[in-house]
Each structure stands twice: as structure tokens, then as C-alpha cells.
């Protein structure tokens, strides 16, 4: 047999002895983040990307292996193991191949097939499929039994089509080549249920739909899938085969595969009623049932995948950095929620103002905002983008027309995930004595300081930037998300003696509990001076070590490369490095000139090689340095403000807030997103909306179409396209039909659009209504599905797509 290291090296394209020293470092407690920086000459260079997949198949594989073994130890207690099946069982090369081969010998209920077999009726099955020329009935008649519950040759009969039902519908290889079969030609179909046409109306593509497995883009198999569950739609997993002669080819393979044929002898009629009897009531159930979760199973993998990317974007977009900022969590009668924070993010100060309705008092509110702007030299406003946001930035654009002098630059901030976080037991124990309110005006000004270390606070799924993400996995998602966290973390860096204890648990090799013992070191002994001190950490061993001083950052101390990323394991390279240069450590960091004239090879030894010492030059040239985007804002046009101030062939500066597998939404300045289609991202076929644009990027659109009434706003990133048609229009005529997110026009859809975005709008198949919804409705209240998450929410409900209209419920 191939070994796991053998086949995973097989896949990804590498030197098996390369995933053999991966799997050890793995094994050996080792993370991903340190074996791709402080490892490379261990695996041979390999990558992030290639160790995170390196792992998940190591977990995918190790499982099987777990299954294998336990499927042999249940057919060997049985006393039905003979080589051949142990050949088959330990050939098998997937789990669903493993279930498939397992499937006769896997204990299971008694069955019509089992009690046939026990009246005495599994010779009359063989017999029959062995020589068609006898006759059934004579043959039947018998195997009839009373004492054994077969009264006639007809009992005798049915009890012969089960076992024999039973046979064909267990047989591996037949199963594996339907199942592919199907996967290859079916297709899905959906039908609205009778009497639910008006509550499911936000399921309307869907309300006679139907495509091949193969074509469906997740969401629109996410959404049907809802459908169902909410007792809407009825789904079908159709074969979508033509029968020939009266049977379907999935019949005449079953047939071919027992040598049934009809050649005109006494049997050969009733063993074809069989196959099909065994096809529709066993086999296509089987089938259904595997690829509903194959579809299921694909959906959720590219969902995740989805929110995973956006996630990354949002954690790793430009900081503000160490600016006095003022966060503003907005409200209608609750007021809105003021908080100050210094360069370093500690709270200075709090108000609650009342600018809107009913209260109503701007001038006071302005006067408030001056005050604190001034006292505390201001630099950003980050204004929450949940309700009364659009007033909120209103006010905020008051204030610095009236007050120019302070330089106030303002944020539109994502909210999402703030209320999580304010009700959080660690807000309680950073924010003691603070209203719950107020934690989250807090958390909005720090996230624009630094997002990574405000947003790994939250649980990721809270943050919400997917499609569907109460439809996934929980323990897949969490997975994914968490993997992603660890990565941005360990990629940036994380400054000890300012990291909270969610971002320290962060760091690889640190629990959430290590985590907290260093924070408590810290208050108690005052900053580390060095990395070496944390050595002292209560329960911070040699191993854990290892794997963080790398990642931890400890500026200003008593050595400089404290500040940087050269792991202490490297330092005398570092020493070797300046002795050659003539001068200490501390003028060798940021010397480029001298940094360059240095050979890599003369420091190469047994313990560093020239991967590791190349990065060691590159870091130094540069110690500390931050991989994410410098910080700057989007200028919106003057006098946009609002949708009705928008006019078809405008073209503005927007920022990308979130981006699904349908295209991108865009805030443009009028406090209701745009949609950018997929069709009208770029002049080429896109695949994945993230190929262009990601959320925070800055981008220049044009305006093709605007619907006042629906709030609907159709962008384009080809600032060339004819306006006055929406994006997905405009992609068709420049793409001659072709519909940019890879199907055909209309597809294989029988009735309902099937996903078809209206007029700059998202798919319905998002669950998006027709129309927004009414003025101050509660998202909660039945407008359409959740769509994925908050942040979703809030970008479809902006771009007029979901219910709640202006004045929705809180969207966090």
C-alpha cells in the first residue's frame, strides 16, 4: 500500500521525504506558521499553502485509516473476511468507497432481504439469476413455507426480489459508477409546495428551477436547500437520463452488470421488473441521498472558503495606526454611543448624544463632538455602520465643515460582531465599570486603529463576512476561520507588551491560558525587556517558546532584534553577521547598504541554510515591518450624498465592503451599497469576484443604473460600459449572452430565473426579496432568510436587496 506521506506528496506535487519531515514537525507540536518561517530547510521551502493543505489532508486520510481499520476489525468478527475483501477494503481510496465496500457486512436492522434469507429463500434468488430458463412460479412453489411465513409461491417470490434488490443495491463497484454516473448527468429540481407561493416569495427562482449538479454555484444550493427546510420547496435529485427501450441506462447497467437480459426465457421478465423495482426503490434513494450530500458537502466547502478569504482581507486591511480616534456606534432614541481613544487605544473618554430622533438635538451633539475633538487632539472618526448611520455620518460631516482646523478625517466602520464583543467577559474585565453601550462605540475606534487586534476578540463567526454562514458546518467553519486568524496573527506580528490576551492565545504555540499568564506576568513585573524574559512565564516552556518568540515583538528593550522577526535560535547569526561588517547589531539593522554587500552563503552552517539565512538579511533590512496596505480613505464625490443625488454614467471613488460569489457590494457615499456583478468586474472572464477586487480595497466605479423606489444601485468596474443598463445587462452585451459567473444564459433552469441577478441586484437565490423591504422593520422579522451573517446583512440591505428598508433592526 501507498503511505499517507507517499500519496499526500502525489497530490501536491512534492518530495515525499518533504511532507515526511512536515508530518513529524506537525506531530511533533509544531504549527504551520512556524514550520513555513523558522522550518524551511526541514520541509525543502515549503509554503503556507501548501503545509495548511498538507495538514487537512493529513487529517482527511489519518480518518480513513482510523475507519479502515475498524470496518476490518467488524467484517473479521463477522468470519467474513477473506483476502480479496481485505484487498478491496485496504485499497480503498476514499471514504465514500470505504462505506460502499462495507455496505453488505455493516450491521444493520433486520431487513425483508435478511428475514427472506432466514425463511430459506436466498436459493430460489440464486437460482433464478443463475438460469433465467427456469420457470419462477414452478420455482417458487417450492420454497413455500407456512411454518416460516411464506404462504405461496407469490411470498416466495417477493422475498426473492429482496435479497436480490438487497444484492444489487450493495454491490461497490456497481454503486461507485452510478453515483458518478448521476453526479455527471443529474440535475436538481425544485418545485414550489401547494399554498406556499406567497409566503416563500423570496424563493421564487425557485418555484419551478432546476440545473445539473455540476452547474450550481453554491449559494443557489445553499438557498434551496433552505427552502426546503423552511417548508417551502420540495427538492428532487433527478437522473435526468432518457430510458431506452422502456429502462433507464442506469437499469440496463444494473441489468448488464448480473447478466439479465431479455432473451425471451421464463425468468428473464421478472428479474428485469426486479432491476427495476431494486433501481427506484433502493439504488436511486441510495444514490439521492450521497449526492445531496456531495452538493451540500461542495456548497459548504466554497462557502467557507468564500467567508475564509473575506475574512483574511478584512483582518489584514490597512490599520490607521496610533491616532487619537473617536468611535461612534449610532442610534436613533438610544442616542449615539461616543467614545475616545488615544494613540494607543486606551479609553480617554465617553458621551451618549441624542443628534436624532426624537431627542433631535444636532447643535448640542456638534458642540459635544468639538469638545472632545479638540481636548483630546482627535485625528479619525470611525462611524459604526449599523442603524442611523447614514444620519450619524451626516453629522459627522457637519463637524468637520464646521470645525476644519481639527483636520478630522471620518470612516464608515463595519459594526459587525461589536454587541458579541461588548457583552464578552473579556470586555468586562478590559472595560470594568463601562456600559455595555459604550464598549461597542470603543471597539468601533479601535478596529479602525488596528483591526487585526481589535476583531481577534470576537469569534470569528461573529465577525460575518460569507454567504449562508448559519446553513455551514459549525466545526468546519470554526476550522477555517480559526486557521485564518492564526495566519494573520503570526503573519503581522503581535507587539507583547500591548497585546491583549485574544490576540496573545493567537500566536503560535500559545493557549488562551499561556495567554493570560503572560498578560498577568505583565502587569505584575511591568513591560518585557526581552524575549529571553518570557522564559519566566508561569507554564511558558521550551517548546512553547520556540514556537512564539519569533511571532512576538518586544520594541525599545534591551536587544534590537527583539523588534523583529529573527527568531533568538538565529541570533548568533546575526552576531557572525555584524562581526563580519565591522560594527554592532544595532547598526547592521536597517543598513541596506551593508546588509547587501553581505554574502548569504558565508553564514550558511548545519543548523541554518541559505532559505533561512536570505530571509534573516531581508528582515533586517526592513525589522518589523508590517505586510498590510497603508491606511488611506476613499473620497467620496461632493454633493453625493444620498441615492437620489446619483445619475446613470457618474463615476466615483467607493470602498469594497463585502464581495460574494455573485459580485462585489460598494459603498459609494449615499449610505446604500452598490452591486458590482460579476459580468461587470473586468473586460475578461472572471471565476471568483476575489480574482478583483477583496473588501476594503478602494475602487473607481461607474454608475449604469439607479432604482430609486427598490434602492437598487448597479455598478460597474469598466469605467467604458454604457450606462443606463444594470451589470449583469451590460456584461451580457459586451460578452455577446454570455453570462460571467460561467453559465449559460437561462442554463437548464425550467421557469424561475434560477439566480439571475435583477437590475444590479444579488441573486434571489441569495433568499433577497423582490423589493425592499418597509421603512423600520426588524431584519428579524421574517423579511427573507438570514442571509450568511450580519455583515451580509448589512450589505444586501444597503444595496436594497433584503427587508427593513432604512430604518432596519440593529444589524450586528
Known amino acids: 500500500m501507498v503511505s499517507i506521506e507517499a500519496r499526500i506528496a502525489g497530490e501536491l506535487g512534492v518530495k515525499e521525504r518533504q511532507v515526511t519531515a512536515a508530518v513529524a514537525l506537525l506531530d511533533g507540536g509544531s504549527t504551520v506558521p512556524f514550520i513555513a518561517r523558522y522550518r524551511k530547510e526541514a520541509t525543502e521551502m515549503l509554503d503556507d499553502a501548501q503545509l495548511r493543505a498538507l495538514e487537512e489532508r493529513l487529517r482527511y486520510l489519518r480518518e480513513l485509516e482510523e475507519r479502515r481499520t475498524a470496518i476490518l476489525e467488524s467484517v473479521r468478527s463477522q468470519g467474513k473476511l477473506d483476502a480479496a475483501l481485505e484487498g478491496r477494503i485496504r485499497g480503498a481510496e476514499s471514504k465514500a468507497r470505504l462505506e460502499d465496500i462495507y455496505l453488505p457486512y455493516k450491521p444493520k436492522r433486520r431487513t425483508k432481504a435478511q428475514i427472506a434469507r432466514e425463511a430459506g429463500l436466498e436459493p430460489l434468488a440464486d437460482g433464478l439469476l443463475t438460469d433465467p430458463s427456469v420457470e419462477p412460479q414452478a420455482a417458487a412453489a417450492a420454497f413455500v413455507a407456512a411454518d416460516k411465513g411464506v404462504a405461496d409461491p407469490a411470498a416466495a417470490l417477493e422475498g426473492a426480489r429482496a435479497i436480490l434488490t438487497e444484492r444489487f443495491g450493495e454491490d461497490a463497484d456497481l454503486i461507485g459508477e452510478l453515483r458518478e454516473r448521476m453526479w455527471s448527468r443529474g440535475r436538481v429540481g425544485a418545485k414550489v409546495r401547494e399554498g406556499k407561493e406567497e409566503a416563500g416569495a423570496k424563493f421564487a427562482d425557485y418555484f419551478d428551477f432546476a440545473e445539473p449538479f455540476t452547474d450550481l454555484p453554491s449559494h443557489r444550493v445553499l438557498a434551496m436547500l433552505r427552502g426546503e427546510k423552511e417548508e417551502i420547496l420540495d427538492l428532487a435529485l433527478e437522473p435526468d437520463a432518457e430510458p431506452v427501450e422502456g429502462r433507464t441506462s442506469y437499469e440496463q447497467s444494473i441489468a448488464a452488470k448480473f447478466r439479465i437480459a431479455d432473451r425471451g426465457r421464463p425468468a428473464d421478465g421478472w428479474l428485469l421488473d426486479t432491476v ?10 441510495h444514490l439521492g441521498i450521497d449526492l445531496r450530500l456531495r452538493l451540500r458537502q461542495a456548497a459548504e466547502d466554497e462557502a467557507v472558503r468564500v467567508f475564509a478569504s473575506n475574512l483574511r482581507d478584512l483582518l489584514l486591511a490597512a490599520p490607521a495606526g496610533t491616532r487619537a480616534t473617536m468611535g461612534l456606534d449610532p442610534g436613533f432614541r438610544t442616542g449615539v454611543k461616543v467614545a475616545v481613544v488615544d494613540a494607543t487605544g486606551k479609553v480617554a473618554a465617553t ?4 443628534p436624532h430622533v426624537p431627542q433631535q438635538r444636532w447643535d448640542a451633539s456638534l458642540a459635544t463632538l468639538a469638545r472632545l475633538a479638540k481636548e483630546h487632539d482627535v485625528e479619525l472618526i470611525a462611524i459604526g455602520n449599523g442603524t442611523a448611520s447614514r444620519e450619524t455620518d451626516k453629522l459627522a460631516a457637519d463637524l468637520i465643515a464646521a470645525q476644519p482646523e481639527l483636520k478630522l478625517t471620518k470612516v464608515m466602520v463595519s459594526e459587525a460582531g461589536a454587541s458579541v464583543y461588548s457583552a464578552s467577559a473579556f470586555a468586562s474585565q478590559e472595560l470594568p465599570g463601562m456600559d455595555v453601550s459604550l464598549r461597542g462605540a470603543v471597539s468601533i475606534a479601535r478596529r479602525l486603529q488596528d483591526p487585526l487586534a481589535e476583531l481577534v476578540k470576537i469569534d470569528p463567526k461573529s465577525i460575518g463576512v460569507g454567504q449562508y454562514q448559519h446553513d455551514l458546518s459549525e466545526v468546519k467553519l470554526s476550522r477555517s476561520l480559526d486557521v485564518v486568524v492564526e495566519d494573520c496573527v503570526n503573519g503581522v506580528g503581535v507587539d507583547v507588551n500591548t497585546a491583549s490576551a485574544p490576540l496573545l492565545s493567537r500566536v503560535s504555540g500559545i493557549s488562551s491560558g499561556l495567554a493570560e499568564n503572560i498578560v498577568a506576568h505583565r502587569d505584575a513585573n511591568g513591560p518585557f525587556r526581552s524575549r529571553k524574559a518570557l522564559k519566566d512565564v508561569s507554564r511558558l516552556g521550551p517548546k512553547a517558546y520556540e514556537q512564539c518568540a519569533g511571532f512576538l515583538r518586544i520594541r525599545g528593550g534591551d536587544d534590537p532584534l527583539d523588534a523583529s522577526s529573527v527568531h533568538p535560535e538565529a541570533y548568533p547569526v546575526v552576531r557572525r553577521m555584524a562581526g563580519v561588517a565591522g560594527g554592532a547589531v544595532g547598526t547592521l539593522i536597517g543598513n ?45 464625490k461632493d454633493g453625493v450624498e444620498k441615492i437620489g443625488d446619483l445619475a446613470a454614467g457618474m463615476i466615483l471613488e467607493g470602498v469594497v465592503t463585502n464581495v460574494a460569489a455573485f459580485g462585489a457590494f460598494v459603498d459609494v457615499g449615499v449610505h446604500q451599497d452598490g452591486l458590482v456583478h460579476v459580468s461587470a468586474m473586468s473586460k475578461t472572464f472572471v471565476k471568483d469576484p476575489r480574482e478583483v477586487v477583496k473588501p476594503g480595497d478602494i475602487v473607481r466605479v461607474k454608475v449604469l443604473d439607479v432604482d430609486i423606489p427598490r434602492k437598487r444601485i448597479s455598478l460597474t468596474l469598466r469605467l467604458d460600459d454604457e450606462a443606463g443598463l444594470d451589470g449583469k445587462a451590460a456584461g451580457e452585451r459586451r460578452g455577446g449572452g454570455e453570462r460571467r459567473d460561467g453559465q449559460r444564459p437561462g442554463g437548464q433552469r425550467s421557469g424561475g430565473r434560477g439566480g439571475a441577478p435583477r437590475s444590479g441586484g444579488a441573486p434571489q437565490s441569495s433568499g433577497a426579496p423582490r423589493s425592499g423591504g418597509g421603512r423600520g422593520g426588524d431584519r428579524r422579522g421574517g423579511q427573507g432568510p438570514a442571509p450568511a451573517n450580519d455583515a451580509m446583512a448589512d450589505a444586501l440591505r444597503r444595496a436594497g436587496l433584503l427587508g427593513g428598508g432604512e430604518g432596519g433592526g440593529r444589524r450586528r
Open 592 to 636: 541596506t547598504a551593508v546588509l547587501r554587500s553581505l554574502r548569504p552563503a558565508d553564514f550558511v552552517d548545519d543548523a541554518f541554510g541559505l532559505p533561512t539565512v536570505g530571509d534573516i538579511l531581508q528582515e533586517l533590512e526592513k525589522p518589523g515591518r508590517d505586510p498590510r496596505p497603508e491606511f488611506r480613505t476613499a473620497t467620496f
Open 351 to 354: 458621551e451618549t448624544i441624542y
Open 276 to 285: 427495476r423495482w431494486a433501481w427506484r426503490t433502493r439504488v436511486l434513494v
